[in-house]
Each structure stands twice: as structure tokens, then as C-alpha cells.
């Protein structure tokens, strides 16, 4: 019955077949609740009486549900699923004709498509998780309309978080409730490196990253620090982001030998000690004592290692540990074009100088 | 240093403490015997609290989410620095005016003042011999301490995320189960570091223990959270070389073998330690934070001797009733305080010399607050559950005020609930064979304070939900909170088998 008049339709009415077409075309939603107590999508469109097949996946670690009511029901129904909670229910969908369509609670990593025909009058109706707590900051809103959607950073129907997707305010706002002040030090997730981390920042721009777990010197840059702000603003997943370029990684498999083993001494953290700002990292190179204190150079930008050894019976190796920089010991021998030959005396306080090779740039 | 002082001009800059974002109402009162306050706090501050202690001195001493710990005097209301650069402290236990253990990430750290200029120069490891994997679940929590050695309890790591290339210590992928997962030693553990600086295992099968600590006794509780093999939120009492229930953690078991999710469900069950007290989802708690005793001869109300319970996800601290019966704790819980100027996100709480409660709030992105807020008690006598115990034939409790007898006589004065909370993988449990039980006797004491029911029915396993209707004091003094949650794990075997706490 419905094709021959289609087609009939078609001929005698091209355009406005196309409209039609479109408006009752299924309208394809793939929507994530993600970490943060949040929809992926906070605003969505479609047009009036349009039939939408909606997909939602959970990617969070909690259960969340989708519940779309009618324009201006939202903190109706979120109580209604509270009171519901308290009485026993685990579904969370209040029996309401304010509420519209529903996605049962879903599960992390679990996914749920629901169809339906949106309604024909034009508006914005609110969608919510309504998990016990969640309706105060996880919701959104469907636009039933052809027509555009008002501005993001006004829009009651979108948390207040989500009104500026580049979160401009947030980066503006003070980090700690005292000024920023080099040299600055934090343990965090820091990119190659242990997850034990540690990053310092040094006057000049000049940072380094140095691993507590294995009790070593990573890398070094130059040209900033580090923002934490996606570090903080989450549940501490993201990793710190680096500010400037690395000039030096250290590549050995770790960079001390002791004796005429060849064998990567135990290590072991002990804590530091801040003077001036700048920490002095204490560890333990099998039965040794360490302490190494780090501090910018400027001529050719780059770390001075001041470095002592207590109690070593032994002599001390020290392995170069990147090509292109310029090393430069006040103690020792070379022994090669990369390995630093320490007696135990020679061990007890020497600096490593590590620079960037300005010719070769 | 840095000081942080009321309308002092510091480094250039005036620093004003200014009030919590939450938009909460000073000096509301609970009602005539609680009322809470918000502490002012430094502008530019992320007050997201991981941990609080006092100092001998008296000042406060506070960890904060982007690493901060600071000092707060509460006479002057000035902030001070002691540390930073922190990674997350989640916990932190003051030995002095000069010393301060801090749970962060990565290792227990002992921050210590040598000068004693009031910020710290040392930041020794405690203790950094537990497995780090980089998954951004694997938070820490603690130190509990018994005068003797330090408790501590580690996350599980989180399915929302892989672990790291590099990590620290051994990885053993048989503990990557569905759920939260424990791939380096001792996630989901409960560990004891001696005082010769060993850390050693204590207890398994934790989830997310997100509070941990001592009753007078000297016996160690921690909460955990309703998840996967958790049906719904507890409290444990923990002993050396218990598992309680989440089983990912048993790969680090000495001389373990095997895929734990290989399992029978029926032998975990059969090897797990119930909690002492569960806290319904939905109803009594969502996310159990710190419990924390309130001390003997404290001003602070009538209930000395309990746990106080922080909560994420309502304005509400709970209170938890413990006694023990055939040898195991078990016990009750009901709300200490509810809303009444209280916000969400109850996260860490600590006694002030003063004897006022100071709650630490925080969020992440989970549901939360952010803030400072201090609970004072006016004086006078509350009208509440003071006690709820089992006998063999039903409960009896005891009121901090007689009773209204008439009321109190009336059966239907007390309408009981009872289910259970299903032990398996999935997440959380709803309430299972949820069936009223009726009362089928109650008898009142002379002095009009202790009322015994004897009920229908009494099935160890099962969680006892009361709703108490229509009762109130002697006097006409309303009953604070009506709801309380038996953990009925145990029937006393005789009357003598009870030692009331």
C-alpha cells in the first residue's frame, strides 16, 4: 500500500517528498555516560515527531541510567527516583507522565538501545541519570526542533560545567590559595616514568623528572613545567602534561654500577629533603647511602647533579645516558666516550653536568 | 614560609578566607543539641579534604587534594603551610606538633618540621613497599594507629583503566578479574607497617576501603564500598588473616595458587569474614567514608564509645552500635545527623581538643562537596537509640531518655524489615527476600528506658531494618532518628554469650 503512493507522491512532488522523508527518517544517537558523574553529550537535536533510535553506553565505573521527561520536569522526577530509592526500588524510574522515554540502570560497560518517536511539540526536554545522587549534575537536554539551539553558556538545560567546553574560567583560577614560585616540586603521574613520579621545577624553565620507584634521574626540559590541571580536575588518571621539550633522557637501564659487578645495584627511596625550595633525593644503591640534589646551569641550558655516595668500598660507574648533551664530571676518569670511572674517595661528593650541545643545534 | 592570614597582607598579596562554595548557612542549628558550622578557608584553596588530625598545640593539620597540608589555628583562624607537592593524601596522622604521617600515592611519608618554623623540610618514606601499577584507582588510605603499629588500606585498581608499562613491584594478572582489579601486591589489602619499618599483610578482599580505624579497644573497623562482591557498604572488623570478600586481592595471598574467579562462588562465600554492620544502599549509605570513635568522657553528646560514620552522597554522618555476640562484632546503624545545615561529601572527620567534630569534605568527580565544616554539641539530651542489641528472641533498646510508655508499649510502634544482600560479582545487590517481620511482644523496663521485643522470626544473614513510629521521650521529646539497620550475622546462644558494649 505505502510504496505506490510514496512513488506517486515522489513524482508529483520531489522536494517536499525530501522533506518528509528526512522528518520521519530514524535519527541515530550513540550517547556514553562517562567518568565524572556525566553524559558525553549534553545537548542533543532532532526534529519534531522524528523517530530516534538512541544507544547509550556506560564507560563510567558506576551504574547510570537515561531518563527523558517532559520540559521543566527534570528535578521533579530526579526526587520522585530518590523517594523510589528510599522505598527499595533499584530501577530508579518513577512511575510519572513526566516521564518520557527511560533506559534502565546499566551497568559499566554494558550498553542499552531504546527507539522512539520524539514528540511533536517543539522544546527542550531534559534527560537525567537518576542513579541516588547522580540528578543533581549528570543531565542534558534533547531539542525537539529544526531550528538552532540557543547559546551553550546560558543554557539552563546543561550543567553549569558543561556550559564552556574549554573550560576557560577553570584555567584561570589560582592553583594553590599561595602564588606559584620556582623551584616547585610535586609527586604525580608523570608521561615515562615510573608511577611512583616526581616532577621539579627549577629557576629558568628548566624541569626535570625523577622516578622515585627506581631511584633515578628520567629527563629532563626546558621552556616550562608541567599542568596538572586535567590531573586534578579528574580522578587523577590523566597524567601531568609537560610544558616545553625534553632535552635529555636518561636511555640506560639505570645509570650507576657499583664494583665490578655489571649488575643494577638494588635501589631503594628513602625520602628528601627540602632546602631553598630544591629537594635532595635520599636513597639507597645496594648498601650505599645517596643523596643528589639537582640545579639548573644556564650558559648552555641544562642540570647540575651534585651528588654524594657515603660509604662505598668500591669504585662507582656512571653510564652517559643520551648522546647528543654534553656531560661534564668534576670527579673522575672517562674511562670511555660513555662511562664515568669514580674511586670510592672520588664517589663521596661530585657533580654530573648535563647541558645541551648548543653547536650541535 | 607562607602564612595565611585573616586580612594580612602576605607576599604581595591579601589572602582572605572566604567562605565554602557549597552555599551553606552559617550557624544553622540541627536542632537544640547539634549545630554546624562552616571553617573559613583560604582564598585559592581546592579544599577537598584527604585527611585531618590535631596537634598537640592545637592546631589543626589538613592534607588537601593538590597536595597541600596545612596548619589551621582555630583561636586566630589563620592557615599556614606545612608541605606541599603531596600526591593525593588521602590520610594523615599527626605525632606531635612537628611530625605528621601522610598517606599519599605512592608511599606513607613522615613530613617532620626539624626547626620548628611550622613547615616541614623532611619527607622520609615510611613505607613504599606495597605495588603501584599507575591505574588511577589504586588510592591509599590511613594510618591508623594503636600506640604500637600503623595500619594503612589500598584500592583496588579500576577496569576503567589499564595499568602501566613500568610499575612497581611484581604484576600477577591472575588478580585482573571482572570488576575492581588487583594486579601488583597487596591492592585490596589491609597491611601493617611495625614498628621495625616491616610492612606487613594484614587482611584481603577489600574494594575500596576508604576508612579505616580503632574503637577504645584497640580493635581495628574499616568501611568498604558497595561495588562488585560488595551487595551493599560495610563495616569490617578486621583480624590478621581474614579475607572479606572482594576477590581479586587473594592472588596476593601467601602460597596462593590458581584464578580466584575460577572459583565456586560458594567456597569465596564460605571464605570470607561478614561485615560487623551493612549499610542499605540507597537508604542508610551510598559511599562510607572514616570511622571514627567518639572518645570517652568527650562533650559531645550521649553516644561516647561509638563510631561515627562520614557519608559521600547524603548530608548525613552516621552512627554505628556495636556489641558482641558468640565472640563477633556485629551491630546496628542509624543516622547520627541529617541534612540540617550538614552538606554531602563527608570524607574524613577528626575530634577537636575542644570536643567538636571537624568534617572534611570532598568529591573528585564523584558526588561530593568541598569545605570545612565544624559540629558542635549545645548540651542537653537527645532523644535517640542509644543501644540496639539481640537476644535470642528479637532486640532490645535502649533509649537515652524514658520512653513514652503507652506509645512504646504499642507493637505496632516498631514496623521490622528483613533481607539480605546477595554475595557475588555482580554490582551491588538489591534486597533480597525482603518479607516484614511482625513484633510479638514488647515489654518496657521501670525506668522506662530500655524496651525488649521479642519478633516473629530471627534468621542469622539477615539485615533488620526498624522504623520506629509515633514514639517519643517521657517528656514529648522527639525521637532523632527512627531508622536503624541491624547486621544480624550471629543469634546469642544464651543470654550469658552477651557482652553489651
Same mark, same amino acid.
Given at each position: 500500500?505505502?510504496?505506490?503512493?510514496?512513488?506517486?507522491?515522489?513524482?508529483?512532488?520531489? /522536494?517536499?517528498? +525530501? =522533506?518528509?522523508?528526512?522528518? &520521519? #527518517?530514524? %535519527?541515530?544517537?550513540?550517547? $556514553?555516560?562517562?567518568?565524572?558523574?556525566?553524559?558525553?553529550?549534553?545537548?542533543?537535536?532532532?526534529?519534531?515527531?522524528?523517530?530516534?533510535?538512541?544507544?547509550?553506553?556506560?564507560?563510567?565505573?558506576?551504574?547510570?541510567?537515561?531518563?527523558?521527561?517532559?520540559?521543566?520536569?527534570?528535578?521533579?522526577?530526579?526526587?520522585? /527516583?530518590?523517594? +523510589? =530509592?528510599?522505598?527499595?526500588? &533499584? #530501577?530508579? %524510574?518513577?512511575?510519572?507522565? $513526566?516521564?518520557?522515554?527511560?533506559?534502565?540502570?546499566?551497568?559499566?560497560?554494558?550498553?542499552?538501545?531504546?527507539?522512539?518517536?520524539?514528540?511533536?511539540?517543539?522544546?527542550?526536554?531534559?534527560?537525567?541519570?537518576?542513579?541516588?545522587?547522580?540528578?543533581?549534575?549528570?543531565?542534558?537536554?534533547?531539542?525537539?526542533?529544526?531550528?538552532?539551539?540557543?547559546?551553550?553558556?546560558?543554557?539552563?538545560?546543561?550543567?553549569?560545567?558543561?556550559?564552556?567546553?574549554?573550560?576557560?574560567?577553570?584555567?584561570?583560577?589560582?592553583?594553590?590559595?599561595?602564588?606559584?614560585?620556582?623551584?616547585?616540586?610535586?609527586?604525580?603521574?608523570?608521561?615515562?616514568?615510573?608511577?611512583?613520579?616526581?616532577?621539579?621545577?627549577?629557576?629558568?624553565?628548566?624541569?626535570?623528572?625523577?622516578?622515585?620507584?627506581?631511584?633515578?634521574?628520567?629527563?629532563?626540559?626546558?621552556?616550562?613545567?608541567?599542568?596538572?590541571?586535567?590531573?586534578?580536575?579528574?580522578?587523577?588518571?590523566?597524567?601531568?602534561?609537560?610544558?616545553?621539550?625534553?632535552?635529555?633522557?636518561?636511555?640506560?637501564?639505570?645509570?650507576?654500577?657499583?664494583?665490578?659487578?655489571?649488575?643494577?645495584?638494588?635501589?631503594?627511596?628513602?625520602?628528601?629533603?627540602?632546602?631553598?625550595?630544591?629537594?635532595?633525593?635520599?636513597?639507597?644503591?645496594?648498601?650505599?647511602?645517596?643523596?643528589?640534589?639537582?640545579?639548573?646551569?644556564?650558559?648552555?641550558?641544562?642540570?647540575?647533579?651534585?651528588?654524594?655516595?657515603?660509604?662505598?668500598?668500591?669504585?662507582?660507574?656512571?653510564?652517559?645516558?643520551?648522546?647528543?648533551?654534553?656531560?661534564?664530571?668534576?670527579?673522575?676518569?672517562?674511562?670511555?666516550?660513555?662511562?664515568?670511572?669514580?674511586?670510592?674517595?672520588?664517589?663521596?661528593?661530585?657533580?654530573?653536568?648535563?647541558?645541551?650541545?648548543?653547536?650541535?643545534? | 614560609?607562607?602564612?595565611?592570614?585573616?586580612?594580612?597582607?602576605?607576599?604581595?598579596?591579601?589572602?582572605?578566607?572566604?567562605?565554602?562554595?557549597?552555599?551553606?548557612?552559617?550557624?544553622?542549628?540541627?536542632?537544640?543539641?547539634?549545630?554546624?558550622?562552616?571553617?573559613?578557608?583560604?582564598?585559592?584553596?581546592?579544599?577537598?579534604?584527604?585527611?585531618?588530625?590535631?596537634?598537640?598545640?592545637?592546631?589543626?593539620?589538613?592534607?588537601?587534594?593538590?597536595?597541600?597540608?596545612?596548619?589551621?589555628?582555630?583561636?586566630?583562624?589563620?592557615?599556614?603551610?606545612?608541605?606541599?607537592?603531596?600526591?593525593?593524601?588521602?590520610?594523615?596522622?599527626?605525632?606531635?606538633?612537628?611530625?605528621?604521617?601522610?598517606?599519599?600515592?605512592?608511599?606513607?611519608?613522615?613530613?617532620?618540621?626539624?626547626?620548628?618554623?611550622?613547615?616541614?623540610?623532611?619527607?622520609?618514606?615510611?613505607?613504599?613497599?606495597?605495588?603501584?601499577?599507575?591505574?588511577?584507582?589504586?588510592?591509599?588510605?590511613?594510618?591508623?594507629?594503636?600506640?604500637?603499629?600503623?595500619?594503612?588500606?589500598?584500592?583496588?585498581?579500576?577496569?576503567?583503566?589499564?595499568?602501566?608499562?613500568?610499575?612497581?613491584?611484581?604484576?600477577?594478572?591472575?588478580?585482573?578479574?571482572?570488576?575492581?582489579?588487583?594486579?601488583?601486591?597487596?591492592?585490596?589489602?589491609?597491611?601493617?607497617?611495625?614498628?621495625?619499618?616491616?610492612?606487613?599483610?594484614?587482611?584481603?578482599?577489600?574494594?575500596?576501603?576508604?576508612?579505616?580505624g580503632?574503637d577504645l579497644e584497640?580493635n581495628?573497623f574499616?568501611?568498604?564500598?558497595?561495588?562488585?562482591?560488595?551487595?551493599?557498604?560495610?563495616l569490617?572488623?578486621?583480624?590478621?588473616?581474614?579475607?572479606?570478600?572482594?576477590?581479586?586481592?587473594?592472588?596476593?595471598?601467601?602460597?596462593?595458587?590458581?584464578?580466584?574467579?575460577?572459583?565456586?562462588?560458594?567456597?569465596?562465600?564460605?571464605?570470607?569474614?561478614?561485615?560487623a554492620v551493612?549499610?542499605?544502599?540507597?537508604?542508610?549509605?551510598?559511599?562510607?567514608?572514616?570511622p571514627l570513635v567518639i572518645p570517652e568522657?568527650s562533650?559531645f553528646g550521649p553516644f561516647a564509645g561509638q563510631f561515627l560514620v562520614?557519608?559521600?552522597?547524603?548530608?548525613?554522618i552516621m552512627r554505628v552500635m556495636l556489641e558482641?555476640?558468640?565472640?563477633?562484632f556485629?551491630g546496628a546503624c542509624t543516622s547520627f545527623?541529617?541534612?540540617?545545615?550538614?552538606?554531602?561529601?563527608?570524607?574524613?572527620?577528626?575530634f577537636?581538643?575542644?570536643?567538636?567534630l571537624?568534617?572534611?569534605?570532598?568529591?573528585?568527580?564523584?558526588?561530593?562537596?568541598?569545605?570545612?565544616?565544624?559540629?558542635?554539641?549545645?548540651?542537653?539530651?537527645?532523644?535517640d537509640v542509644l543501644q540496639m542489641n539481640?537476644?535470642?528472641?528479637?532486640?532490645?533498646?535502649t533509649?537515652t531518655?524514658?520512653?513514652?510508655?503507652?506509645?512504646?508499649?504499642?507493637?505496632?510502634?516498631?514496623?521490622?524489615?528483613?533481607?539480605?544482600?546477595?554475595?557475588?560479582?555482580?554490582?551491588?545487590?538489591?534486597?533480597?527476600?525482603?518479607?516484614?517481620?511482625?513484633?510479638?511482644?514488647?515489654?518496657?523496663?521501670?525506668?522506662?528506658?530500655?524496651?525488649?521485643?521479642?519478633?516473629?522470626?530471627?534468621?542469622?544473614?539477615?539485615?533488620?531494618?526498624?522504623?520506629?513510629?509515633?514514639?517519643?521521650?517521657?517528656?514529648?521529646?522527639?525521637?532523632?532518628n527512627?531508622?536503624l539497620?541491624?547486621?544480624?550475622?550471629?543469634?546469642?546462644?544464651?543470654?550469658?554469650?552477651?557482652?553489651v558494649r
Amino acid at each position: 500500500m505505502r510504496s505506490p503512493t510514496v512513488l506517486i507522491f515522489l513524482l508529483i512532488f520531489p /522536494s517536499t517528498f +525530501l =522533506a518528509t522523508f528526512a522528518q &520521519t #527518517d530514524t %535519527v541515530r544517537i550513540t550517547l $556514553k555516560a562517562i567518568s565524572g558523574l556525566q553524559y558525553d553529550q549534553v545537548r542533543l537535536k532532532v526534529p519534531p515527531a522524528a523517530w530516534v533510535e538512541l544507544t547509550l553506553t556506560n564507560t563510567d565505573e558506576m551504574p547510570h541510567n537515561w531518563i527523558m521527561t517532559q520540559p521543566g520536569a527534570r528535578e521533579d522526577v530526579v526526587d520522585k /527516583s530518590l523517594e +523510589l =530509592a528510599k522505598q527499595g526500588s &533499584t #530501577d530508579y %524510574v518513577p512511575e510519572s507522565d $513526566k516521564v518520557l522515554q527511560a533506559i534502565p540502570l546499566i551497568l559499566p560497560d554494558q550498553t542499552y538501545t531504546i527507539s522512539f518517536q520524539a514528540p511533536s511539540q517543539e522544546g527542550a526536554y531534559p534527560y537525567v541519570c537518576t542513579y541516588p545522587g547522580h540528578g543533581a549534575v549528570m543531565y542534558g537536554a534533547i531539542y525537539v526542533t529544526n531550528n538552532q539551539l540557543p547559546p551553550l553558556a546560558t543554557d539552563e538545560n546543561v550543567p553549569t560545567s558543561r556550559r564552556d567546553d574549554e573550560s576557560v574560567a577553570e584555567e584561570k583560577a589560582p592553583k594553590h590559595p599561595y602564588p606559584d614560585i620556582l623551584p616547585v616540586m610535586y609527586r604525580t603521574f608523570m608521561p615515562n616514568c615510573g608511577p611512583a613520579g616526581i616532577a621539579v621545577g627549577l629557576l629558568g624553565d628548566i624541569s626535570y623528572c625523577w622516578d622515585a620507584g627506581q631511584c633515578r634521574l628520567r629527563y629532563a626540559w626546558k621552556g616550562g613545567f608541567i599542568d596538572l590541571e586535567e590531573h586534578w580536575s579528574g580522578k587523577g588518571k590523566e597524567l601531568a602534561e609537560i610544558v616545553g621539550m625534553v632535552f635529555y633522557r636518561d636511555s640506560t637501564e639505570f645509570p650507576f654500577r657499583i664494583g665490578e659487578s655489571q649488575e643494577i645495584p638494588d635501589v631503594k627511596f628513602l625520602g628528601y629533603e627540602m632546602k631553598n625550595r630544591y629537594p635532595t633525593f635520599k636513597y639507597r644503591l645496594n648498601d650505599v647511602e645517596v643523596t643528589e640534589r639537582i640545579i639548573p646551569v644556564f650558559e648552555n641550558p641544562g642540570i647540575k647533579r651534585v651528588l654524594t655516595f657515603a660509604g662505598l668500598d668500591e669504585p662507582l660507574w656512571f653510564i652517559k645516558g643520551q648522546d647528543n648533551v654534553l656531560y661534564y664530571s668534576n670527579q673522575g676518569e672517562w674511562e670511555s666516550e660513555k662511562i664515568l670511572r669514580l674511586s670510592p674517595e672520588e664517589a663521596q661528593e661530585f657533580t654530573i653536568t648535563i647541558t645541551e650541545n648548543m653547536s650541535e643545534i | 614560609m607562607i602564612i595565611i592570614m585573616l586580612g594580612l597582607t602576605v607576599a604581595g598579596c591579601t589572602i582572605q578566607p572566604t567562605e565554602q562554595e557549597s552555599g551553606i548557612i552559617n550557624d544553622q542549628r540541627v536542632d537544640d543539641f547539634y549545630s554546624v558550622e562552616n571553617v573559613p578557608l583560604p582564598e585559592g584553596l581546592t579544599a577537598e579534604i584527604g585527611g585531618m588530625d590535631f596537634m598537640p598545640d592545637g592546631r589543626m593539620i589538613v592534607g588537601f587534594h593538590r597536595g597541600e597540608v596545612m596548619t589551621y589555628d582555630p583561636k586566630e583562624k589563620t592557615w599556614e603551610l606545612f608541605a606541599e607537592g603531596l600526591h593525593d593524601p588521602l590520610g594523615l596522622l599527626a605525632l606531635n606538633n612537628w611530625e605528621v604521617l601522610v598517606m599519599q600515592r605512592p608511599e606513607l611519608t613522615r613530613l617532620i618540621d626539624n626547626d620548628n618554623d611550622g613547615e616541614a623540610e623532611e619527607y622520609l618514606t615510611a613505607t613504599d613497599d606495597f605495588g603501584l601499577s599507575g591505574n588511577y584507582h589504586e588510592f591509599a588510605y590511613g594510618p591508623a594507629y594503636n600506640g604500637k603499629d600503623l595500619y594503612i588500606a589500598l584500592n583496588c585498581a579500576s577496569k576503567n583503566a589499564g595499568i602501566w608499562d613500568e610499575v612497581r613491584g611484581e604484576v600477577n594478572m591472575l588478580g585482573e578479574i571482572a570488576g575492581m582489579y588487583s594486579a601488583v601486591p597487596y591492592r585490596g589489602w589491609v597491611l601493617k607497617l611495625r614498628e621495625d619499618g616491616v610492612l606487613e599483610p594484614v587482611a584481603s578482599g577489600f574494594r575500596s576501603p576508604d576508612g579505616i580505624g580503632f574503637d577504645l579497644e584497640g580493635n581495628l573497623f574499616v568501611t568498604d564500598n558497595q561495588g562488585d562482591w560488595l551487595g551493599t557498604s560495610k563495616l569490617y572488623h578486621i583480624e590478621e588473616g581474614n579475607f572479606y570478600g572482594q576477590i581479586s586481592s587473594l592472588v596476593w595471598r601467601e602460597g596462593w595458587k590458581g584464578d580466584p574467579e575460577k572459583m565456586p562462588v560458594s567456597t569465596l562465600d564460605s571464605m570470607r569474614t561478614r561485615a560487623a554492620v551493612l549499610f542499605p544502599h540507597n537508604i542508610m549509605s551510598n559511599s562510607p567514608t572514616q570511622p571514627l570513635v567518639i572518645p570517652e568522657n568527650s562533650d559531645f553528646g550521649p553516644f561516647a564509645g561509638q563510631f561515627l560514620v562520614g557519608e559521600m552522597d547524603f548530608p548525613r554522618i552516621m552512627r554505628v552500635m556495636l556489641e558482641k555476640v558468640n565472640g563477633k562484632f556485629q551491630g546496628a546503624c542509624t543516622s547520627f545527623l541529617d541534612s540540617a545545615g550538614l552538606s554531602i561529601g563527608n570524607h574524613r572527620m577528626v575530634f577537636g581538643p575542644d570536643g567538636s567534630l571537624w568534617v572534611g569534605k570532598s568529591a573528585y568527580v564523584w558526588v561530593g562537596d568541598r569545605g570545612i565544616q565544624r559540629i558542635r554539641y549545645n548540651g542537653g539530651m537527645p532523644m535517640d537509640v542509644l543501644q540496639m542489641n539481640v537476644t535470642p528472641q528479637g532486640f532490645k533498646l535502649t533509649f537515652t531518655r524514658p520512653v513514652d510508655r503507652k506509645m512504646a508499649e504499642n507493637p505496632n510502634s516498631y514496623q521490622f524489615d528483613r533481607y539480605y544482600y546477595a554475595y557475588h560479582q555482580k554490582y551491588g545487590s538489591p534486597r533480597m527476600d525482603e518479607q516484614p517481620v511482625a513484633v510479638k511482644q514488647v515489654q518496657v523496663s521501670e525506668d522506662g528506658k530500655e524496651v525488649t521485643l521479642a519478633l516473629a522470626e530471627m534468621i542469622p544473614g539477615y539485615v533488620y531494618d526498624l522504623q520506629i513510629d509515633q514514639l517519643t521521650s517521657m517528656k514529648g521529646v522527639e525521637l532523632e532518628n527512627s531508622r536503624l539497620f541491624y547486621t544480624l550475622n550471629e543469634l546469642p546462644n544464651d543470654q550469658t554469650a552477651l557482652s553489651v558494649r
